[in-house]
Each structure stands twice: as structure tokens, then as C-alpha cells.
């Protein structure tokens, strides 16, 4: 069940972060360790009555002459109608409408794509409602005034975005097909592996039911099971200015490893692992999916019999916050490894969406409280009362304490590799939720 993608558009100014902060607000759930997430935020978790989504904020760098801000707002508004369910317009009321906002406009009424029109800075709806009215004029739709700055009008605007939500279509829902998403820089190799690992056999499921988005999925037939692969390098969006790249390849990402089941991160063998490939592989991380990190063009490099481990030391380091993600030394090119891949696929899915039982669970826990103990504050010792899963993809567990304040990250941390010691749950992370009971 993947979440609706909400993107935002707009000129520099006109208010598109402050709202972004305010819808991100407090509901941005990142854990502290994931890089590049919390430094730009570039999307967020935001939920609304009983609807959650993923907001995206298209809008980058801020360029300097009227000519350069128009054909940044194009390229966003590309990025915006390849990937997303709902778009919000943003404008400005105090700058009226500029001639920027009507081609953009144009752009966005072609698309056909569900448009919100916000207009913002619409500090005080008396003073400000008649110039609102002319943002009709751009026939994209009702104008929604809204203040970011004094969080007025969110409500209404929020009911608009969600009332343009695609219906949860059953078709998709049923599809129980593994979908895997291959994630990674530019030019590391991810159309080569998808390429690969199709061949022939490509069989392209156009306009999978219920998303209207552009994302090529191609399923394949391997071993009598079928595969559907999310392709979000078939989307190619050129660009001089490396940090708007960087900003789509991470928008890119973070659609398609929503609808994923297992992602695959791909990294090149002959440049090495970088913060840029932590920043991706933060997404996957973030989302709670199953995750195979795929080293790349292994065929290019000179090796010996260190190479393995050097990489992999070098990846865990890099990537020391998913220290579960499973490393396979691939080559697109030569196809060396690909069946192990797909192995390595069922696996780590099947980990994703592993159920313990209560018993078992509360056995391995106690075991682990007995070979050391918890941690203790003034006095008073941690109490694990009773440890029970509550979810799936990726498993979560909620344990009952008598102080929360007590169960440590790093006693957390311990309960989680003792629990992987016993039943494996390679390839996904696991998620505790502490609760207090008295
Ligand atoms: P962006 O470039 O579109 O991301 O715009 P920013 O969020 O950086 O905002 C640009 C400027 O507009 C900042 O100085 C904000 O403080 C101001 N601003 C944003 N929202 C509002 C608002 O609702 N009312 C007023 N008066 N100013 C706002
Ligand atoms: P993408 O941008 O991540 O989709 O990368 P591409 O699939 O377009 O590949 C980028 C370049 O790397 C191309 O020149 C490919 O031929 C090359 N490449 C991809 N996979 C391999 C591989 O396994 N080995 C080698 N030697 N080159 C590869």
C-alpha cells in the first residue's frame, strides 16, 4: 500500500519551505542517525484526519534573474507532474500573480495532474481576500489563501490536498507481486542492472492501476515467480547544476521506494561509497523497507582476495546506520551474481514481513535480560515487563518498561541483536516502540 506523494511548487519567496515546516512540523519521523534527511529536508511524512502522505518539495536553489527562475519552476513542475498524486501550487498575494505563475500554470493545467492552488502571506483575510480573487485568473482552479507564517488556512488547504487523493484501487491492493526499486546516483548502473535482469522477457506494465505516475515498471518471470521492478531510471532529467541533480535523483528515489517492497540500492565498484549514496540509502532506511545493497560494475576493478572485505568495511562504515543491509558484489554488465539477487530478494522480504511469536519473542528477551543486566539510574533498575510485535514491513515491537527514561539506545540496541541473533531478519531494520507501565 503505497502513500499518496503530495509535491510542491513555486517561485523562490514565495513561502513553499516555511509551509513545508509547518506540514512537516513535529510528524517528521526520522531517526536521528539517517544522513541528509533531517539536514535538507527535502520530503516528509505528513498526515492528515486519517490520510497520511509524503510531501516533496521540488524547489532547490535560489536563482537570480526572471529568466533563470522561469525555467527552474519548468523543470520543478516536471519533477512534480512525473512524480506525484497532488500538486501544490504555491504563490505569493503580496507579489500578485507574475507572469512565471501563468506559464507554470499552463504547464500544470496540461498535465492534467489534481492541482491545489495556495496562495500564501495571506496574513489577514480581510485585507488580502480581494486580491486573491485574481488568482482565478490563472484557471488552475480555486484559490486557497493560506498564512504559513501564522499557520492560517492549513486546515482547508490540507482537505483540498487530500480530497484529490487517487481511490485505493483493488487491483493493486491484490498484487502481491514482490516490487522492488532500484535506487542510486546517477550513472552507478541502474538501467543496466534493470536491462539485465529483464532482458527479453521486458514486459512493460504500463499504468499500474491506481497511479497515474510515470515510473516505468517492468515485471519478469524468474523461477516461475514474478518481479515487478519500479524504474526510476528510465526518468532522466538533464541538469548542469549538480545539487538540483542531486535533489531529483533523491525526489526519484523516494516515490518509487514508497511503492517498494525491497530496494535495491546500487553502488559503483569503481568510485566507492559516498555521502551521496548514504543519502539514498537514508531513504530506504527511513521507510522501514527491505534492503540489498548492490556493488556495482565488480567487473571493473582490479581485485584480490581483500577486495570483498575491504569494500563491504567501507560500505558498513558509510552506511553504519543500517549495519542489516545485505551486500552483494554485483556486474550489471556481465550479469555476474544476478541469480543470488533474486535469492537474496525472496529472503530479505520474506524478513520484511516476519511475524515472531509472543512466547518466543518474550523467551529471547528474558534470556538476553539474564546474560546482562539492564541498565540502572540512581537506584532504580530497568524492568522489561513483556516484549510483543505489533507489525510487519518492517517488524515492530513495542516493549513494556517500568521507566522509559531507563531503556537506553544502547540496551535497545542489544535487545535488537540478540533478537536477530536468534531468528536472522537479515535485510530489514526492526522498529521498538518503549511504552511505560507502571
Ligand atoms: P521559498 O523560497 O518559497 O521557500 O520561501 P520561504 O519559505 O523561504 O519564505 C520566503 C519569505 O517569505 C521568508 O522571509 C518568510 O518568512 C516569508 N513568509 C513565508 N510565509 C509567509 C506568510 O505566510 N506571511 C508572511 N508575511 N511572510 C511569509
Ligand atoms: P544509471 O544512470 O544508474 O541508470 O546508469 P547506467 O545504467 O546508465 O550506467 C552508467 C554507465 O555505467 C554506462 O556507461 C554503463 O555501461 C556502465 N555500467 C553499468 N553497469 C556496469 C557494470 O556492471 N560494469 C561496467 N564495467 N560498467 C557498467
Redesign the pocket.
Known amino acids: 500500500m503505497s502513500k499518496p506523494v503530495v509535491a510542491i511548487v513555486g517561485r523562490p519567496n514565495v513561502g513553499k519551505s516555511t509551509l513545508f515546516n509547518v506540514l512537516a512540523g513535529e510528524r517528521i519521523s526520522i531517526v536521528k542517525d539517517t544522513p541528509g534527511v533531517t539536514r535538507d529536508r527535502i520530503y516528509a511524512d505528513v498526515s492528515w484526519l486519517d490520510k497520511a502522505f509524503t510531501l516533496i518539495d521540488t524547489g532547490g536553489i535560489e536563482p537570480d534573474s526572471d529568466d533563470i527562475i522561469l525555467s527552474q519552476m519548468r523543470e520543478q513542475a516536471q519533477i512534480a507532474i512525473d512524480t506525484a498524486d497532488v500538486i501544490m501550487f504555491i504563490t505569493d498575494v503580496r507579489q500578485g500573480l507574475v507572469d512565471a505563475d501563468e506559464k507554470v500554470a499552463n504547464m500544470l493545467r496540461r498535465s492534467k495532474k489534481p492541482v491545489v492552488l495556495v496562495v500564501n502571506k495571506v496574513d489577514d483575510f480581510k485585507k488580502y481576500m480581494p486580491d486573491v480573487y485574481e488568482f482565478y485568473n490563472l484557471g488552475i482552479g480555486e484559490p486557497i489563501p493560506v498564512s504559513a507564517a501564522s499557520m492560517l488556512g492549513i486546515g482547508d488547504m490540507l482537505d483540498e490536498v487530500i480530497a484529490h487523493f487517487p481511490e485505493r484501487n483493488a487491483e493493486e491492493e491484490e498484487d502481491d507481486r514482490p516490487k522492488i526499486a532500484v535506487i542510486?546516483?546517477?550513472?552507478?548502473?541502474?538501467?543496466?542492472?534493470i536491462?539485465k535482469l529483464t532482458g527479453e522477457k521486458r514486459v512493460i506494465v504500463s499504468d499500474i492501476a491506481g497511479t497515474t505516475r510515470d515510473a516505468i515498471d517492468t515485471a519478469v518471470k524468474y523461477c516461475g515467480r514474478e518481479y515487478v521492478f519500479i524504474d526510476t531510471?528510465g526518468l532522466?532529467r538533464k541538469s548542469k547544476i549538480k545539487e538540483e541533480l542531486e535533489r531529483y535523483s533523491i525526489i526519484r528515489a523516494v516515490t518509487a521506494v514508497e511503492r517498494a517492497d525491497v530496494v535495491v540500492i546500487?553502488i559503483?565498484a569503481?568510485e566507492g561509497v559516498t555521502e551521496q549514496d548514504a543519502k539514498i540509502a537514508g531513504i530506504a532506511h527511513d521507510r522501514g523497507k527491505g534492503i540489498i545493497i548492490a556493488v556495482?560494475?565488480?567487473?571493473?576493478i582490479e581485485k584480490n582476495d581483500k577486495s570483498v572485505k575491504e569494500h563491504s568495511d567501507r560500505i558498513r562504515q558509510v552506511l553504519s546506520f543500517m549495519p542489516y543491509a545485505e551486500i552483494l558484489f554485483?556486474?550489471?554488465?556481465?550479469g555476474q551474481r544476478l541469480n543470488k539477487l533474486y535469492e537474496m530478494i525472496d529472503v530479505v522480504m520474506a524478513n520484511n514481513s516476519m511475524r515472531l511469536a509472543t512466547g518466543v519473542l518474550n523467551e529471547i528477551v528474558a534470556e538476553a535480560v539474564a546474560m546482562q543486566q539492564p541498565p540502572s539510574d540512581k537506584g532504580k533498575r530497568l524492568k522489561i515487563f513483556y516484549i510483543t510485535q505489533v507489525s510487519v514491513k518492517p517488524p515492530t515491537f513495542v516493549v513494556f518498561v517500568n521507566d522509559k527514561k531507563l531503556m537506553h539506545f544502547s540496551y535497545t540496541r542489544y535487545i535488537e541483536n540478540r533478537i536477530r541473533d536468534a531468528f536472522g531478519f537479515r535485510g530489514t531494520a526492526l522498529r521498538f516502540i518503549i511504552r511505560e507501565r507502571k
Open positions: 542510486g546516483k546517477p550513472n552507478v548502473g541502474k538501467s543496466s542492472l536491462n531510471a532522466r546500487v559503483d569503481t556495482n560494475k565488480w567487473d571493473a554485483i556486474s550489471a554488465q556481465t
